[in-house]
């Protein structure tokens, strides 16, 4: 009998873990893929991303002593996904130059405008921290003591690292502002 009603209560806790799980992860759902869009090239990358992202979480969610820190742990673990499979593509090296032209490209998302397409294109050629550092203050609205918390940097390098990349971005949509309409003139200073 001890170990049925051991059964039970364990079922009991996993539906309370995975509604819990649920209810917190959907508070995030939009602004994680937002940040995991902007740290890779296309669409399916950035749901591979997420997909690995909450199997982690999920796997370690009991080692998380406070819900309201699930955000920053979730971004986290997705940065840290990110980073390993980085790593790994250096290692394992990409693609032959020879097959590149039977790949298709990824360079255009018709499900997003223009101008997020523009600004994703933008946000990747920046330094990988930089842009780390904007996409998780400007798109996800984390404070910069939690990215200090999220890259594990100190609070002076975080701030830095907005100012050179909004510097930078600014510079990158400028010239491809003046790119595609040349006639125009437009001030992205104010």
């Known amino acids: 009998m001890r170990v049925g009603c051991a059964k039970i209560n364990k079922e009991i806790v996993n539906k309370e873990k995975q509604e819990i799980f649920l209810k917190l992860l959907s508070e995030v759902n939009d602004s994680l893929f937002?940040?995991?869009r902007a740290l890779v090239k296309n669409n399916k990358d950035a749901e591979d991303?997420?997909?690995?992202s909450i199997i982690a979480t999920y796997e370690n969610f009991e080692s998380l002593r406070n819900y309201s820190c699930f955000k920053g742990y979730i971004f986290k673990v997705a940065r840290s996904k990110y980073i390993q499979k980085h790593r790994r593509s250096w290692l394992f090296g990409k693609y032959e130059a020879d097959s590149e032209n039977?790949?298709?490209s990824n360079d255009f998302t018709p499900d997003l405008p223009l101008e997020i397409e523009t600004l994703y294109n933008a946000?990747?050629?920046?330094?990988?921290?930089q842009k780390e550092s904007l996409v998780l203050f400007e798109i996800s609205g984390f404070s910069i003591e939690e990215?200090?918390?999220i890259q594990s940097s100190s609070?002076?390098?975080v701030k830095s690292?907005?100012?050179r990349a909004r510097e930078k971005l600014s510079m990158i949509l400028k010239s491809e502002y003046e790119y595609l309409n040349p006639d125009k003139i437009y001030n992205f200073n104010n």
Request: neutral net charge; glycine residues 0%.
């Open 155 to 157: 609070l002076s390098a």
């Open 123 to 129: 946000l990747n050629k920046l330094p990988e921290n």
């Open 147 to 149: 990215i200090c918390e």
């Open 34 to 36: 937002m940040y995991a």
């Open 161 to 163: 690292r907005l100012k």
């Open 102 to 104: 039977s790949l298709i």
């Open 49 to 52: 991303l997420i997909q690995d």
